[in-house]
């Protein structure tokens, strides 16, 4: 049986070092680099033709793992691409799906977990646990919430911490009118306060 070719991208040596032990134990999967950002493993990609990359979702400063992952899946040819992480917000999930990731699994699943994931992924599946794959259901039959742009800058200042006197200083409107469109971001997300709305839009990937 042919290795499966993995490229292990994190940008914790420790986790790095962590995920090859683990495969160096494992008959067919063979670890052909590491890399600690998006940018690098992009370039590693594309000389060291895995035929899937294991990527963290926060790589530090720089192209993060949905980037990273929309970028792989670009290449010819594509390597698959699984999203190990800590991170499972709702929005973190669909939009790294929808950069075209086969799988996104979290970082305490077992180790014999990962490892299917990888020969499942390598043969063109998809991977998610059950409870990831009902959540990500969820989200997509979900309808979608639409904020006009400026309804979009109040709700970014807003999540600065900024008061709507500051709001309203920046964007050079009144505080009524900042209250007007708090308003309806509210109405929108269904949020009953300052801290409800910012933690939703987070939470869908608004923000």
Same mark, same amino acid.
């Given at each position: 049986?042919?290795?499966?070719?993995?490229?292990i991208?994190?940008?914790? &040596?420790?986790?790095?070092a *962590?995920?090859?032990?683990?495969?160096?134990? #494992?008959? *067919?999967?063979?670890?052909? *680099?590491?890399?600690?950002?998006?940018?690098?493993?992009?370039?590693?990609?594309?000389?060291?033709? /895995?035929?899937?990359v294991?990527? $963290?979702?926060?790589?530090?400063?720089?192209?993060?793992?949905?980037?990273?992952?929309?970028?792989?899946?670009?290449?010819h &040819?594509?390597?698959?691409v699984?999203?190990?992480?800590?991170f =499972?917000? $709702?929005?973190?999930?669909?939009? !790294?799906?929808?950069?075209?990731?086969?799988?996104y699994?979290?970082? %305490?699943? !077992?180790? %014999?977990?990962?490892?299917?994931?990888? #020969?499942?992924?390598?043969?063109?599946g998809?991977?998610l646990? /059950?409870?990831?794959?009902?959540?990500?259901?969820?989200?997509?039959?979900a &309808?979608?919430?639409? +904020?006009?742009?400026?309804?979009?800058?109040?709700? @970014?200042?807003l =999540?600065?911490?900024?008061?709507? #006197?500051?709001?309203?200083?920046? +964007?050079?409107?009144t505080?009524?009118?900042?209250?007007?469109?708090?308003?309806?971001?509210?109405?929108?997300?269904?949020?009953?306060?300052?801290? @409800?709305?910012?933690?939703?839009? #987070? %939470?869908?990937?608004?923000?």
């Amino acid at each position: 049986m042919t290795a499966v070719r993995v490229l292990i991208v994190d940008d914790h &040596p420790i986790v790095r070092a *962590g995920v090859r032990s683990l495969f160096d134990r #494992r008959d *067919g999967v063979e670890v052909v *680099g590491e890399a600690s950002s998006g940018e690098e493993a992009v370039a590693l990609a594309r000389h060291l033709h /895995p035929d899937v990359v294991l990527c $963290d979702l926060r790589l530090g400063d720089g192209m993060d793992g949905v980037a990273a992952t929309a970028a792989l899946r670009a290449q010819h &040819p594509a390597p698959a691409v699984i999203i190990l992480t800590t991170f =499972d917000r $709702d929005a973190e999930i669909l939009g !790294a799906i929808e950069a075209g990731a086969a799988g996104y699994l979290l970082k %305490d699943v !077992a180790p %014999d977990v990962i490892v299917a994931a990888i #020969r499942r992924a390598a043969e063109g599946g998809l991977v998610l646990t /059950p409870e990831l794959s009902e959540r990500l259901v969820a989200v997509m039959r979900a &309808p979608r919430v639409r +904020l006009t742009e400026r309804e979009l800058e109040v709700l @970014r200042l807003l =999540d600065t911490g900024s008061s709507n #006197r500051e709001i309203a200083k920046t +964007l050079f409107v009144t505080e009524a009118t900042v209250k007007t469109h708090l308003v309806h971001v509210f109405e929108k997300l269904g949020a009953d306060s300052r801290a @409800r709305a910012i933690a939703i839009a #987070r %939470d869908t990937g608004i923000l």
